[in-house]
């Protein structure tokens, strides 16, 4: 199992708001992700994940272009969770469901999940060669992939470090589940795909960095 070496909370995060969140409707833990799944089955055809999700902006963005699907998500870093939390309530969403929970945890409790869609944005890069075992996105992570996905389902992943890119090329090219259905470093591509200028996208097209957006279909 991938450890995780991120942060996971701000050092001003007061304990009272985290113990709400713990209790919020829609926040899933390990016990109570399968009662919820029996629930959503009747209500929704369409589940999508986004693996990562930062402060929430694209999620938000997602679950509101497409109000008929349900989004999970998923990030360790609970005070981005504390800002999806106020989100959820200011736009009264009722189609996510988010966690803390890292991407391995997720898949140990996710039982026969399999999503249509699957956002990555911006996955942490690790840009030390003594650190890239750390990366998310390698071989095994795409056989995982291939486990909660079904045939058509598309995997949207961007990042601004060159490296990893490759080696989000060569992680997929190996593993030979998905075809590649696009990977571009034109800017308008996120656009035409209604992909949310998240934080991280804004911070690297203000760095002048090229981004590099990939999807990949099943
Ligand atoms: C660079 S940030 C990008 C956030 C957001 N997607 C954006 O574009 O602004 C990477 C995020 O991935 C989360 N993350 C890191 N490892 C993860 C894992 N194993 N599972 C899920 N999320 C992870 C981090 O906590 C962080 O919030």
Known sequence: MLSFYGRRQSRKTKRSNLIDLKNYKFFFNDVNLLNKK?????????????????????????????????????????????????????????NIYFSNVTFSQFFEIKGDFNFKKIFILFPDPWPKKKHQKRRLINEEFVKNLDQITF????????????????????????????????????????????????????????????????????
Not at 67 to 84: R, T, Y
Request: no cysteine.
């Open 38 to 94: 029996r629930k959503l089955n009747k209500l929704y055809q369409n589940f999508n994940l986004e693996i990562g999700f930062g402060k929430g902006e694209n999620l938000i963005f997602q679950s509101q272009i497409k109000k008929n699907d349900f989004f999970f998500a998923i990030d360790p870093f609970i005070s981005g969770g504390l800002k999806l939390k106020k989100e959820i309530e200011i736009y009264k969403i009722s």
């Open 151 to 218: 045939k058509n389902s598309e995997i949207y992943i961007a990042t601004d470090d060159d490296d990893y890119s490759n080696q989000i090329s060569k992680s997929f090219l190996k593993q030979n589940f998905f075809k590649l259905l696009l990977k571009s470093t034109d800017n308008q591509s996120l656009e035409d795909y209604n992909i949310y200028p998240t934080k991280y996208l804004r911070k690297a097209k203000k760095e002048n960095r090229r981004i590099n957006f990939f999807i990949y279909k099943k």
